[in-house]
């Protein structure tokens, strides 16, 4: 059968803060399997036994208010990440600042934002994604960061827009 709603359902629970191991220990299918599934669309398998997409589909999703007991324990991929911590430097928030509201060294928000991480943790990709919903509407400037820095971090991020990474460079 088709793979898209256990998809879809699998990437709704790792919203919730289900890792992909979590998800396997309550479904009974690998982990393996569920990964795969966490894969974006085209990248995930396009057909699932029945079986497997009941299992996932019978998950209970974990309540908003009360977190899973094993939510933020897992890892996902950092991509999306980065795009929300690079989307933040393009606004003017730098690194040492997202830091503070992320209770991270000012490096790890370096190294998410520009790709050297594959995988970071359930957690603190959840306080990426609600740092940048809170920041993304804020001047960074009325918020309490010098000008000086804004100004950098967004010719920083703009330098880098326009600059071939070195994945296209060797393609």
Do not use: F
Not at 33 to 52: A, E, G
Not at 89 to 97: F, L, V
């Amino acid at each position: 059968m088709d793979a898209g709603p256990a998809a879809q359902y699998a990437a709704a629970l790792r919203e919730h803060g289900m890792s992909a191991q979590d998800i396997a220990g309550v479904s009974g299918v690998s982990v393996t399997l569920i990964r795969r599934l966490l894969k974006p669309p085209p990248l995930h398998p396009p057909q699932v036994s029945q079986v497997t997409a009941d299992a996932v589909l019978g998950v209970p999703l974990p309540p908003k208010e009360r977190p899973a007991q094993l939510a933020g324990r897992g890892q996902v991929d950092a991509a999306p990440a980065s795009v929300l911590l690079t989307e933040l430097a393009e606004r003017g928030w730098p690194a040492r600042r997202l830091a503070q509201g992320l209770c991270v060294n000012p490096h790890t928000v370096a190294s998410i934002r520009d790709g050297n991480y594959a995988r970071i943790s359930i957690s603190v990709d959840q306080r990426i994604r609600a740092l940048h919903a809170a920041l993304l509407p804020l001047d960074p400037v009325a918020s309490g960061v010098r000008p000086g820095d804004a100004a950098r971090v967004r010719t920083w991020a703009e330098r880098r827009r326009e600059t071939p990474s070195a994945d296209l460079i060797a393609a």
